[in-house]
């Protein structure tokens, strides 16, 4: 079986190396396509593949046409909105992720925001600590956990809400759980989102949300930037002078909210992600599930139907 690596952004060269001695290991080839500029140059490669793993690569309807040999595609991470999954199932293509390689590079990442937007952007006046504050975890999937674990060492009183998540899965966790979103955003401190974006969900953190957050609240979204409905955080930011919000995602609005200086930061690109750990675990991980794909027919990560 032919396997292509799909990297506009390149894996770190640990991780190439990794998958492919896992690749070439099960009796498989790999291709490379790295730092590719045109669309043009993916429909080419894809052309005689079995299968593909990619990062943030756009896997759409146009690449599952060219692709006739395609049978899977591994998304390296945990976000998958950048495969058509619809279009997939159609060309009966399985598409999958790869859950919680990438979840404590996240989880880091948000304390990292947090700790500082807590001491005022290191701006050299007093600021605040986290030791005793609420923290409200929107979704408590691998990376809310993380987050919950890391919390727990910074002395935090620790909140979450997952509409598919039992209370009992949370509490057992030594979490709280709350009924829903809107108490989660009324008793916490800072809240930070890990939810995906889905019909559901984009545009759904808003001005009604945000706004019942305490005085001096915190909210941290390191998940997908549509979650955020921007011109209304916007015009709540004006009115809420003491609230901050900080992000790995620039939003579309950045320029409108770098109106607030000493209350918004963002990361100049997505960084969850970005740590050498991550790279290579979720690298490593896609190479391993095409392999026990085309051995077992194994499709425990499979995101489309």
Do not use: W
């Amino acid at each position: 079986m032919k396997v292509l690596v799909a990297t506009e952004k390149p894996f770190a060269a640990a991780a190439v190396n990794g998958i492919r001695e896992e690749i070439e290991a099960a009796g498989n080839e790999l291709v490379m396509l790295e730092k590719y500029t045109e669309k043009a140059q993916l429909l080419d490669a894809v052309k005689d593949v079995d299968a593909m793993i990619i990062r943030s690569d756009k896997v759409d309807a146009e690449v599952l046409d060219a692709a006739k040999q395609l049978k899977i595609v591994v998304r390296a991470g945990a976000g998958y909105d950048n495969i058509d999954l619809a279009a997939a199932t159609a060309h009966q293509v399985v598409a999958e992720n790869t859950p919680g390689q990438n979840s404590n590079a996240v989880a880091e990442l948000v304390f990292g925001l947090l700790v500082m937007a807590a001491r005022g952007f290191y701006n050299g006046k007093s600021g605040s600590e986290l030791l005793g504050k609420k923290l409200g975890i929107l979704a408590f999937g691998n990376v809310g956990r993380n987050v919950a674990r890391i919390a727990k060492g910074f002395g935090m009183d620790i909140y979450a809400f997952d509409a598919y998540c039992p209370k009992e899965a949370i509490e057992a966790a030594g979490v709280k759980a709350v009924d829903n979103q809107d108490a989660l955003f009324e008793t916490c401190d800072v809240v930070s989102l890990h939810i995906p974006a889905t019909p559901e969900t984009k545009q759904s953190i808003n001005a009604a949300l945000v706004g019942k957050m305490k005085k001096g609240g915190v909210l941290v979204n390191t998940a997908r930037k549509e979650v955020i409905n921007e011109p209304e955080l916007i015009e709540l930011m004006k009115t809420r002078e003491d609230l901050k919000f900080v992000t790995d995602i620039k939003p579309d609005a950045d320029a409108e909210f770098a109106q607030f200086e000493g209350r918004y930061f963002s990361t100049p690109k997505k960084m969850g992600a970005q740590t050498a750990e991550a790279n290579i675990n979720a690298g490593i991980a896609a190479a391993k599930q095409i392999n026990a794909f085309f051995k077992d027919g194994d499709t425990k990560f499979q995101v489309n139907k």
